[in-house]
């Protein structure tokens, strides 16, 4: 079963929003491997679910997510809550914790 069809099952609830973050090449240009340590960590992440938004606080209405599944962010070095699909490690957010869009 592949990553995107396992994480389909997880849905993040109010504004919430399920990453994959992106990794960091493991070779240089020319082919040579990058000690783990020496690797830098990349703060850009993919968009796998998306919750259905957070309440108003005026009333019952849903204010709308402005971020879509697919598309690349950028997060903060530290946050998030850790969950485990299969093998692959990805990342609670809530929107208001998201940098930004990348195109």
Do not use: H, W
Request: charged share 30%.
């Amino acid at each position: 079963m592949s990553t995107f069809k396992q994480a389909s099952k997880i849905i993040p609830l109010f504004d919430r929003v399920l990453i994959q973050r992106i990794k960091a090449p493991e070779r240089t240009a020319s082919g040579l491997f990058i000690p783990e340590k020496a690797q830098e960590t990349l703060n850009e992440g993919i968009v796998v679910a998306v919750g259905p938004g957070a309440p108003a606080k005026d009333s019952s209405s849903v204010r709308p997510m402005s971020i879509k599944e697919g598309e690349r962010v950028l997060l903060p070095p530290y946050g998030g809550n850790q969950v485990k699909v299969g093998e692959k490690e990805m990342f609670l957010y809530r929107e208001e914790e998201i940098l930004g869009k990348l195109e």
